[in-house]
């Protein structure tokens, strides 16, 4: 299945087939005024690296494979932990810590509902080191239709070792 965000316009696709058929690292399938849906297909061991969103929130749902949840107030203060499987769901609060890690044999596919919109619209990754320099680059922004926090911070990334 092949998605194209069309921007702030209505729309609608078989978002589990979408998901599960989604080999990209991150595909962004729509991005509204308020809110962004983005796909996520991250390999066996891999993760979508630890991070924080001052002024966004996320639903996140695996749709297949298995996945450890972790959240948290600090980087190193991941006081939330949870094995996540198909079906289930993640809620980040916005300035909180969070990662997902695969912890399956096979890939894990979910989907990411942003609220406001964080990332360009119609985006593509092929793998998380596309995303890591896209966002180094300063070129991963939301459209300017979007409406974003009056006092938008930048996110954080924790430093890979």
Not at 47 to 61: A, C, K, N, V, Y
Not at 95 to 123: K, Q, S
Not at 142 to 157: F, H, N, V
Request: with cysteine; aromatic share 6%.
């Amino acid at each position: 299945m092949t998605r194209s965000d069309i921007g702030p316009h209505p729309d609608s696709f078989d978002l589990e087939t979408a998901t599960t058929e989604n080999t990209n690292y991150r595909t962004v399938a729509w991005s509204g005024k308020y809110l962004q849906v983005t796909l996520m297909c991250i390999p066996a061991g891999e993760s979508i690296g630890l991070e924080m969103h001052p002024d966004t929130d996320q639903f996140l749902r695996l749709d297949a494979g298995a996945g450890r949840a972790q959240i948290g107030p600090e980087k190193d203060n991941l006081v939330f932990e949870q094995d996540v499987s198909d079906g289930w769901c993640i809620l980040v609060l916005a300035g909180t810590w969070h990662n997902v890690t695969n912890i399956g044999d096979g890939p894990m596919n979910l989907y990411v509902i942003y609220a406001p919109v964080h990332h360009a619209a119609g985006n593509i990754h092929k793998t998380a080191a596309e995303a890591a320099a896209d966002e180094k680059a300063g070129t991963d922004t939301p459209p300017a239709w979007t409406q974003q926090p009056a006092s938008s911070r930048p996110d954080e990334e924790a430093s890979s070792s």
